[in-house]
């Protein structure tokens, strides 16, 4: 184990349950993004971004 350094990859898994539930645009926080990883191409696809549109759509 060695400590953390700018720029190196973590990687959370099986925590889309968690991080999209219950997210809020509270204060300015702006939704996450969706990505997927494939371990066989060690490559990442962003497969959901939101903007204003989606802050919009969630007003009441």
């Known amino acids: 184990d060695q400590p953390l350094k ?3 990859r ?6 889309a ?3 999209m539930v219950k997210n809020t645009t509270f204060n300015g926080v702006h939704l996450p993004s969706i990505a997927t990883y494939n371990p066989l191409t060690q490559t ?9 549109e989606d802050y919009r759509s969630r007003l009441s």
Not at 10 to 15: Q, T
């Open 17 to 19: 349950h968690y991080t």
């Open 6 to 8: 700018v720029g190196d």
């Open 44 to 52: 990442v696809e962003v497969v959901r971004e939101f903007g204003y």
């Open 10 to 15: 973590l990687v959370f898994e099986d925590m």
